[in-house]
């Protein structure tokens, strides 16, 4: 599966962006469709993951930040409110075939095996 993410941009604090990640296959409920990001400087983090109907989010976006899915179109959104200049960061998404193992580790990158090429997002303050 091949992964092409957008939708990033630069935004002042507060404001809201969607990004976008279209898989090159069928990526339907076989799969988990994650989100991840890093800052400059920083390791990668888990950001948000969805599997089957369920959503996961780090606490630090929780309740901001919303992740859904239309195996339709084969592509997972990252819908993003009241952003923060501490969201500042290149955003991955990653998909991983939904596993006992990859469900309960949904947070590490090495439960995702295709990646998309990241898109920047920018937060001023």
């Known amino acids: 599966v091949q992964l092409q993410a957008s939708g990033g941009g630069l935004v002042q604090a507060g404001g809201s962006l969607k990004l976008s990640c279209v898989a090159s296959?069928?990526?339907?409920?076989?799969?988990?469709m994650s989100w991840f990001r890093q800052a400059p400087g920083k390791d990668r983090e888990f950001a948000a993951a969805f599997t089957v109907s369920r959503a996961y989010y780090a606490d630090s976006v929780k309740g901001r930040f919303t992740i859904s899915k239309d195996n339709a179109k084969n592509t997972v959104f990252l819908q993003m409110n009241t952003l923060k200049p501490e969201d500042t960061a290149t955003y991955y998404c990653?998909?991983?075939?939904?596993?006992?193992?990859?469900?309960?580790?949904?947070?590490?990158?090495?439960?995702?095996?295709?990646w998309g090429q990241g898109t920047l997002v920018t937060v001023s303050s």
């Open positions: 990653a998909a991983g075939l939904r596993t006992y193992d990859a469900v309960r580790n949904y947070r590490l990158s090495n439960s995702y095996d295709s």
């Open positions: 296959g069928r990526v339907n409920d076989d799969y988990i």
